[in-house]
């Protein structure tokens, strides 16, 4: 019998008794490939029990990380998954495709970089087309940088700026937007925002104020798109040990990367994605629209 996700990250991901990683790097957007240790997506442990049946959603970011652990609960709940991610990442969005094909669902992959709001209704199209229809939009991509040139105002570049706004926010935005035709009575809209949006780091200062703004669209998104029958939601994950982090944090706070929270550790992409199947849920969510869902190992998000 294999031991839960919460019992395996626990014991697998803690370098000593502080927690944290073994120093590693790589250059953004990253692969799952070579992290040390590779995450745990549920891969192993995660049991669907029909709660999406026939859905059709689609994933940003769906390659990697977080996306890829909500893709895999997801077919196993029942539901055709579309992902999107950047070129560099066809290894990881393939091996994503097959745990969703392995649990006998419809896997389409629909690369583009979400910078170009020209790609973002082209991704929406191709979802659409290759899926039969849409239940489900889960805007997941997201880019920050924490490797200097320093803190703060001081540390951000123009690009930077640029790539982070639009990456996380405008992005966002124009999806939402394509996808509003698609969507009929009992769709939802779930964002990824992130614990940065309560508790800001001044590393993070671009990054933090993009998933505020994810949470205040969240709340204002659910009131215009309630009277469709349209639910809109977010998670808000704490540290959690996906490409991200390598790819886009010096290695000094890798090696300690999660042993702040009040569970003492990172989390694991499969713990997040049970909240990402809840909100998705027709059923068992039914009443729940414009709520920002934290999974963050105990800090606090209000
Ligand atoms: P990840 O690197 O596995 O996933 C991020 C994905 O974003 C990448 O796989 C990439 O496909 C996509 N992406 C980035 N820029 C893009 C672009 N221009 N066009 C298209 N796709 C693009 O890392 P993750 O941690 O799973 O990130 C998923 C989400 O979770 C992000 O929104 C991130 O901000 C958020 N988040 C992560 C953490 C954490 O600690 N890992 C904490 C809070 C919030
Ligand atoms: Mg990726």
Redesign the pocket.
Known sequence: MSSSIGERAASMVRKDDQGGFPPQQQDP??LTATMEPIPDHGEETYVGHGRLEGLKALI??G?????RAVAIAYAREGADVAI???DA?QSDAEDTASWVRKAGRNAVLVP????ERATCDRVIADAVDGLGGLDVLVN?????WDKGPGEGLEGLTDDNIERVVR??LQAVLWLCRAALPHLASRSSIII?T??QAYDPSPALLDYAATKAALNNLTVNLAQSLGPKGIRVNAVA????W????PATRETKKIETFGSDTPLGRAGQ?GEVAPAYVFLASPSDASYVSGTVLGVTGGQAVF
């Open positions: 957007p990253g940003t970011g390659d990697s990380g977080i996306g999107n991610y950047l990442e583009g970089d979400l910078t997941n991509a997201g880019f920050h990456t996380n990824t992130s614990i994950p704490g540290p959690i996906t490409p991200l982090q992409p």
